[in-house]
């Protein structure tokens, strides 16, 4: 009886230990870099602990016109930190996985204006996303369409 | 009338509990914190994030004893000083700049300083600190993790880079 409570305890085990897993490279397939529409960024997604953040990391203009350097994040609403780089700004932070398909929790900025918005990712294929960032509730908000970045297939020698 | 006048004493109490309430003492504590954040490479031109688990011992950054994290009224931050290692023979000239971010399980990244651009051949720097930031939530959970992203501004293709991190603070503490 005792072999058999143990047999079944060391199953429930691998069974968790597989599920979590599972779950864990669902909630990854997050990870890899994506193109808004607008197509003047590119955004890293990598994981820190058990969140999902992302830095853009190509500017399709990377000099700012008015001062012929590198673009820095001007409108920052902490002036002290306006020196800050865009390329390697984390835009998206905080997300986590919470239902099928989408990361919550989160965070979006939009360097344009200073401004930080509640957001929400969906996956509507694996390599499309939804984002919506909004005011408040989700309704008043606005949705954006991001691809994934695909490497360009190997040449053959 | 007789409302009235009771309404106004009510007012008036509540106005001077409020006020004793705000008035309730506090003490402030400048502490030295110091960690030590690792990557493992290969690091790319361009961002690279090092990282620290910090838990926070409140008897071994204060000095003394009896107080709890919950004690923590505010915590800003005075000066804040990265260091890279001997060992790594790197100076700081490698990288065109430097970020550093503050997260925890329950609160979000917060990013706390900078240095664009970095233009020194020591192997330490001093960032500006956000005047903003007030880093009590991370330390009344008692857990937070530090990232300090390293621009680099080429490949670099070592197998591990650490940067020793001083954080001289103002931590505001509810009088015992």
Same mark, same amino acid.
């Not at chain 1, 409570?5 to 864990?24: D, E, K, P, R, T």
């Not at chain 1, 607008?38 to 830095?55: C, L, P, T």
């Not at chain 2, 309404?7 to 001077?16: E, G, P, T």
């Given at each position: 009886? &005792? =072999?058999?409570?143990?047999?079944?305890?060391?199953?429930?085990?691998?069974?968790?230990?597989?599920?979590?897993?599972?779950?864990?490279?669902?909630?990854?397939?997050?990870?890899?870099?994506?193109?808004?529409?607008?197509?003047?960024?590119?955004?890293?997604?990598?994981?820190?602990?058990?969140?999902?953040?992302?830095?853009?990391?190509?500017? =399709?203009?990377?000099?700012?016109?008015?001062?012929?350097?590198?673009?820095?994040?001007?409108?920052?609403?902490?002036?002290?930190?306006?020196?800050?780089?865009?390329?390697?700004?984390?835009?998206?932070?905080?997300?986590?996985?919470?239902?099928?398909?989408?990361?919550?929790?989160?965070?979006?900025?939009?360097?344009?204006?200073?401004?930080?918005?509640?957001?929400?990712?969906?996956?509507?294929?694996?390599?499309?996303?939804?984002?919506?960032?909004?005011?408040?509730?989700?309704?008043?908000?606005?949705?954006?369409?991001?691809? =994934?970045?695909?490497?360009?297939?190997?040449? &053959? &020698? | 009338? $007789?409302?009235?006048?009771? !309404?106004?004493?009510?007012?008036?109490?509540?106005?001077?509990?409020?006020?004793? !309430?705000?008035?309730?003492?506090?003490?402030?504590?400048?502490?030295?914190?110091?960690?030590?954040?690792?990557?493992?490479?290969?690091? !790319?031109?361009?961002?690279?994030?090092?990282?620290?688990? *910090?838990?926070?011992?409140?008897?071994?950054?204060?000095?003394?004893?009896? *107080?709890?994290?919950?004690?923590?009224?505010?915590?800003?931050?005075?000066?804040?000083?990265?260091?890279?290692?001997?060992?790594?023979?790197?100076?700081? +000239?490698?990288?065109?700049?430097?970020?550093?971010?503050?997260?925890?399980?329950?609160?979000?990244?917060?990013?706390?300083?900078?240095?664009?651009?970095?233009?020194?051949?020591?192997?330490?720097?001093?960032?500006?600190?956000?005047?903003?930031?007030?880093?009590?939530?991370?330390?009344?959970?008692?857990?937070?993790?530090?990232?300090?992203?390293?621009?680099?501004?080429? +490949? +670099? *293709?070592?197998?591990?880079?650490?940067?020793?991190?001083?954080?001289?603070?103002?931590?505001?503490? $509810?009088?015992?």
């Amino acid at each position: 009886m &005792k =072999r058999i409570a143990s047999l079944l305890i060391v199953v429930f085990m691998g069974l968790g230990a597989m599920s979590v897993s599972a779950q864990n490279a669902e909630a990854d397939r997050l990870i890899g870099v994506w193109e808004p529409s607008h197509g003047k960024a590119k955004i890293k997604i990598d994981k820190i602990g058990e969140k999902y953040y992302g830095r853009i990391v190509w500017l =399709r203009d990377p000099i700012d016109p008015e001062t012929q350097k590198p673009k820095v994040d001007k409108n920052n609403p902490d002036e002290k930190l306006r020196s800050t780089p865009l390329r390697g700004y984390r835009i998206l932070k905080d997300f986590e996985y919470t239902a099928k398909d989408e990361w919550t929790e989160g965070t979006i900025y939009d360097p344009e204006n200073g401004n930080t918005y509640s957001c929400i990712i969906k996956m509507s294929d694996e390599n499309t996303l939804d984002i919506r960032g909004y005011i408040g509730v989700s309704a008043l908000g606005r949705t954006d369409v991001w691809k =994934r970045l695909k490497m360009p297939p190997k040449k &053959k &020698k | 009338m $007789k409302h009235l006048t009771k !309404f106004r004493n009510c007012s008036l109490l509540i106005i001077l509990s409020l006020l004793l !309430f705000s008035c309730a003492s506090t003490t402030v504590e400048k502490v030295d914190l110091e960690t030590t954040l690792t990557a493992n490479g290969p690091f !790319f031109e361009g961002p690279n994030s090092l990282m620290a688990d *910090y838990k926070l011992d409140m008897q071994d950054l204060l000095q003394k004893e009896g *107080y709890k994290p919950q004690d923590i009224k505010s915590v800003s931050i005075n000066v804040i000083t990265v260091s890279l290692l001997e060992s790594d023979s790197l100076s700081a +000239d490698a990288f065109s700049s430097a970020a550093l971010s503050i997260v925890s399980s329950n609160e979000g990244m917060t990013s706390i300083a900078n240095l664009n651009p970095i233009e020194t051949t020591s192997s330490q720097i001093t960032l500006t600190t956000s005047d903003e930031a007030d880093l009590a939530p991370f330390f009344k959970e008692g857990q937070f993790t530090l990232v300090l992203d390293w621009n680099f501004n080429e +490949d +670099d *293709y070592r197998n591990e880079l650490s940067s020793k991190i001083k954080m001289n603070l103002n931590v505001e503490l $509810k009088s015992k």
